[in-house]
């Protein structure tokens, strides 16, 4: 008899770590969204927490249609620590600092690089592998935006 260990899906943490982590990234993107009088910034946050919100949506999609059930955390101390930044009134320049060095410290190897060897692996199903590599695709344009609107704020100080 095969157990449920033996028939869990060697990917499946990928696609869970992927759909927690797009919820949290929404949570506290979204919160520096309502935070900042920047309108520019505000367009580019909210587009950002928009896209994460969708990617945890479909994720969480994507596991239940491998047959997958995946109980979400109820405490995330890294959420708190994030939204205690992004909700808090530090100017956006310091809130983009800060999320430039979490981005440096991220561990490895990062989901990013967890979804290039996922995408090049012929044991995962094609239709996963295709969500992964837009996945990747739309976060790469979204670290662009932010990297740009991370540029300006540090532009406006000179
Ligand atoms: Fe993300």
Redesign the pocket.
Known sequence: MVTDKETELHYFPLLKD?AA??KQ??IYIQAWADKTQDPELKACLSM?AD??FS?HHIFKRRISELGHIWVEASEDPVLEERLRVNGSDMPDVEKARFAKDKMAQRPSPT?RERCQAAMSDETVDSLTRSLLAWFSDV?VD?NFHLGQSYDRLEANLG
Do not use: P, Q, Y
Request: glycine share 16%; hydrophobic share 15%.
């Open positions: 992927i982590g797009e990234h929404g950002v896209r994460e990617h989901t976060e979204s």
